[in-house]
């Protein structure tokens, strides 16, 4: 496999020949991927955690991040070309899992291989994005209060000028990719789904959990996890053993 000096900067794959699966991760709006990195030690070494860089976060901080859902998709498909031949699956927290169903959609009107599993972590179905008022281009202070309340973003990161001035661009970018995507095909995908959510989380419903079913043609299942709308830190070690229960199933 020959990876282009270009892409190299958006995966990191470490396992060796005995991988059956790879699992592609995408980072919640503001984030990266520091936390799927913590993976590689709890799931079996069959299944193969690849962390996706995106620019404007961690390594890749002084990149611009997307603001266009369409634009990174379109990128992303080419970065993943070289793996599409073998076995893989998707993984998404928040606006992770939209940029997991958005490249996978993509990858259907591109008759190009398909993920074995899509994951889809504490996000609302597509159909019912709609149904929250979007932030991305208020004001500094209220986009940054708004921000605090949905969660993952320590006050102290907010309060410090510095790094906020270090990632506010990512921040308002990541909102506007997520909140300015619109779904152009409803019809249901021919791949299995699976949707993880925290049964305490404020921002998506068990609902709004259930509203994915609609959008597979093939297995379907929900599971619910102990916490919070970040229930993927929280409860991290439940999740893996539900990830790699369903992982292995696919794989059967």
């Not at 993976?39 to 990149?63: K, M, N, Y």
């Not at 929900?222 to 970040?230: A, E, I, K, P, T």
Request: proline share 7%.
């Amino acid at each position: 496999m020959i990876i282009s000096p270009e892409h190299q900067a958006w995966i990191t794959s470490t396992r060796g020949e005995d991988v059956r699966l790879r699992l592609f991760c995408f980072p919640y709006a503001g984030g990266g991927v520091a936390h799927y990195r913590r993976w590689f030690e709890q799931l079996p070494t069959s299944i193969d955690v690849c962390p996706i860089h995106l620019p404007g976060r961690e390594q890749r901080i002084g990149e611009a991040a997307f603001t266009s859902m369409g634009e990174l998709v379109t990128t992303l498909v080419e970065v993943l070309l070289p793996y599409l031949h073998e076995p893989f699956a998707f993984f998404g927290h928040s606006m992770g899992g939209l940029i997991a169903y958005a490249l996978t959609r993509r990858l259907e009107a591109e008759s190009l291989p398909l993920p074995r599993h899509l994951c889809i972590s504490a996000l609302k179905a597509p159909h019912l994005l709609s149904n929250r008022e979007p932030i991305h281009d208020l004001p500094e202070a209220e986009f940054l209060r708004s921000v605090y309340r949905l969660g993952g973003t320590p006050l102290a990161v907010l309060q410090n000028q510095e790094l906020l001035d270090l990632i506010l661009p990512t921040l308002r970018a990541d909102f506007t990719l997520y909140e300015t995507y619109t779904p152009f095909n409803d019809l249901p995908l021919p791949c299995p789904i699976a949707v993880y959510g925290g049964a305490q989380d404020t921002l998506v419903s068990l609902v709004d959990l259930e509203g994915w079913r609609q959008h597979t043609s093939a297995e379907f299942l929900v599971r619910h996890l102990s916490g919070d709308h970040f229930y993927i830190h929280s409860a991290q070690i439940q999740l893996l053993r539900f990830l790699e229960h369903d992982l292995r199933a696919v794989l059967a």
